[in-house]
């Protein structure tokens, strides 16, 4: 069995990023349901205390704004 550098097999070390990603979004969808709407600064916060960058850093600031404007149209419906 080939193991990646975290020392996981690949299939356990995707079962883990798809089940931060799923606390990722619990946490995102807990700020919409407090707060009424969500901000970068929120998305950012969140993102960089599960994988310890911020998303703008992977998907740049347009990305970041018009997933933060889907997330609030949401939250809104």
Do not use: K
């Not at 919409?32 to 969500?38: D, E, F, K, M, T």
């Amino acid at each position: 069995m080939r193991r990646t550098r975290t020392g996981c097999s690949r299939g356990r070390r995707r079962v883990y990023r798809w089940t931060v990603t799923r606390r990722e979004a619990r946490d995102i969808a807990e700020v919409l349901a407090q707060q009424g709407r969500v901000s970068q600064d929120d998305v950012d916060g969140i993102r960089e205390s599960w994988f310890d960058e911020p998303l703008v850093d992977v998907i740049g600031i347009a990305e970041v704004t018009a997933l933060v404007v889907r997330m609030n149209s949401l939250a809104l419906s």
